[in-house]
């Protein structure tokens, strides 16, 4: 797994949450071997809202998403599924031919 720096910010419940992430992380960059690293912050925003950042690194290309919900669980899996669809998207346009154009000599 590449190294991916997570940091929580004034989050009590945030030790649970982040070793829960931990696998499903592991999971997402099984899928997408060509993540080198990344970052994830988890931090209060206001007394009922947590928001996740979720930084990808790859060799061409730098993902960034975020999530915000009143629950911790749900902001994490919502900046995870949003994390996957992009990747998704990235090796769509990457699998797909590009046009050549040929001038006459």
Same mark, same amino acid.
């Given at each position: 797994?590449?190294?991916?720096?997570?940091? &929580?910010?004034?989050?009590?419940?945030?030790? =649970?949450? !982040? %070793?829960?992430?931990? %696998?499903?992380?592991?999971?997402?960059?099984?899928?997408?071997?060509?993540?080198?690293?990344?970052?994830?912050?988890?931090? $209060?925003?206001?007394?009922? +809202? *947590?928001?996740? %950042?979720?930084?990808?690194?790859?060799?061409?290309?730098? *993902?960034? !998403? /975020? @999530?915000?919900? /009143?629950? =911790?669980? =749900?902001?994490?899996? @919502? *900046?995870?599924?949003?994390?996957? &669809?992009?990747? %998704?998207?990235?090796?769509? +346009?990457?699998?797909?031919? $590009?046009?050549? +154009?040929?001038?006459?000599?």
């Amino acid at each position: 797994m590449p190294y991916i720096k997570i940091s &929580t910010h004034d989050l009590a419940e945030a030790d =649970t949450d !982040v %070793r829960r992430l931990e %696998r499903e992380l592991a999971h997402l960059t099984a899928r997408h071997p060509a993540i080198t690293s990344g970052r994830l912050q988890l931090a $209060r925003t206001a007394a009922e +809202r *947590v928001e996740a %950042r979720l930084e990808l690194f790859l060799p061409t290309h730098h *993902v960034i !998403v /975020n @999530a915000a919900d /009143n629950a =911790t669980q =749900t902001a994490l899996h @919502a *900046v995870l599924l949003r994390a996957a &669809t992009e990747l %998704r998207h990235l090796g769509r +346009r990457a699998a797909a031919p $590009r046009p050549v +154009r040929l001038k006459a000599a």
